[in-house]
């Protein structure tokens, strides 16, 4: 299952891309520290279970990370803010998936979610 918001159309844009699987993780996924949501950024820089707190309150979506996954992500910054300009249909969508990525896996890699 995937989400993601996208500051362009064109590849050279900012994006951040939120993944996790539709079946419950294995065993080799669990082993390999992959049982939980996934964080994309641009460059393919990944981190699994990196996200702390979402606010989605309107059309802004706010990401707080866990700091030590900034290197992973190829970010400098732990707070990743996003203004939504899409149709109100695709914000409610993303207010639909999102959660449901972010409660994917181990409890204790899930972030506090608030929605407005």
Do not use: K, W
């Not at 939120?18 to 641009?42: A, I, N, W, Y």
């Not at 706010?62 to 992973?72: A, F, Y």
């Not at 803010?81 to 409660?103: G, N, S």
């Amino acid at each position: 299952m995937m989400a993601g918001v996208a500051e362009s159309n064109d590849e050279e844009g900012f994006s951040l891309l939120f993944m996790c699987d539709f079946d419950e993780p294995d065993e080799q996924d669990v082993s390999l520290g992959m049982d939980t949501h996934c964080l994309v950024t641009p460059d393919q820089g990944t981190a699994y279970g990196c996200v702390r707190d979402v606010e989605l309150t309107g059309d802004v979506l706010r990401v707080t990370l866990d700091p030590e996954s900034l290197d992973n992500l190829g970010l400098t910054d732990p707070v990743v803010e996003a203004l939504l300009h899409a149709p109100a249909a695709d914000v409610a969508r993303l207010r639909e998936v999102l959660p449901r990525i972010l409660v994917y896996g181990r409890p204790d890699t899930r972030p506090r979610l608030i929605t407005s």
